[in-house]
């Protein structure tokens, strides 16, 4: 399957070992010198070990690899190292948001332990993680859910100065959402050109609500493949119900739209997907399903 994994430049590695401690999950070790990922199956592909390394020789990238199996780590690697590993990991999960990679930590801990599992259900839990929680790495890359008021409620409530926000993920922007993060499965997820929200004042609440955002420019942003690969883990993986494309009517829009359905095509499930259309003005010009011979 393809999916995000780390990867290590050897001609900048150094074989310091930095990255080490900072890998509980065991996926790294010195070899003849360097830094080496030893399993795939060890990786879980939050690239905790970045910012350890001085040499900035490690990255995460998109590619073909044996999927991440978080009971094995817990059996073979963490478990045994003791219960300071045990809590390092189980931070590390929740600090990254990996919800379903948590919840299956904490049952294998339940089995094999379960007195310490008690000590730490309450503390290591499924919930949305804050800035503050973060133990290295980039703020505005961690993933994190929203809790925000039902649009019932919303409408019930004592109107507001400003409407009200529908966003309930981040990040948004394509480079930088990890489709393994546990709030896309089985989500409706919309693609959205940089533009639309600004165009149309009610974008959040005709097409951001109730769905999982991604934003792309196709005429300015570089590495539009990696955002095709993006959409094609999120079909095959996270399993979303549909994809809307929301773009301007602007000629290099068009792109947005043929990255999507290129996608849709390229995975191995099917998924309704439906074409946006706005005016410079916000006016909506096209809302079709399209219909894509598979």
């Given amino acids: 399957m393809r999916r995000q994994i780390i990867t290590i430049d050897e001609e900048l590695c150094t074989g310091c070992g930095a990255c080490v401690p900072d890998c509980p999950e065991g996926a790294l070790q010195i070899i003849d010198g360097k830094a080496r990922l030893v399993g795939d199956l060890f990786c879980d592909g939050l690239g905790a070990c970045i910012g350890a390394c001085p040499e900035n020789a490690i990255e995460v990238e998109i590619r073909e690899a044996d999927p991440y199996d978080e009971r094995l780590v817990m059996v073979e690697n963490i478990l045994p190292k003791g219960e300071n590993t045990i809590k390092a990991h189980l931070a590390h999960l929740q600090d990254h948001g990996a919800d379903a990679y948590l919840e299956e930590a904490l049952e294998v801990l339940a089995q094999s332990s379960p007195e310490l599992h008690r000590e730490l259900r309450e503390h290591f839990k499924p919930e949305k993680p804050t800035v503050s929680q973060m133990s290295g790495g980039c703020p505005g890359s961690l993933a994190r ?24 993920t981040w990040p948004v922007q394509m480079h930088l959402i990890n489709p393994a993060a546990p709030h896309y499965r089985k989500s409706d997820f919309l693609l959205a050109a940089d533009c639309t929200a600004f165009a149309m004042g009610s974008f959040h609440r005709e097409f951001i609500r109730n769905r999982t955002v991604g934003i792309a420019c196709p005429k300015l942003d570089a590495g539009l493949d990696s955002y095709r690969e993006k959409l094609v883990q999120l079909i095959d993986t996270a399993e979303i119900n549909t994809l809307t494309v929301a773009v301007m009517e602007v000629p290099c829009c068009s792109g947005l739209v043929k990255l999507a359905v290129d996608a849709v095509k390229a995975a191995q499930r099917n998924v309704p997907i439906k ?10 010009q096209q809302d079709i399903w399209l219909q894509l011979q598979q």
């Fill in 145 to 168: 859910l929203f809790d925000i008021e039902p649009a019932e409620a919303q409408e019930q409530s004592t109107p507001r100065k400003a409407e009200t926000t529908e966003l309930r």
């Fill in 275 to 284: 074409y946006v259309k706005l005016g410079t003005q916000g006016e909506i």
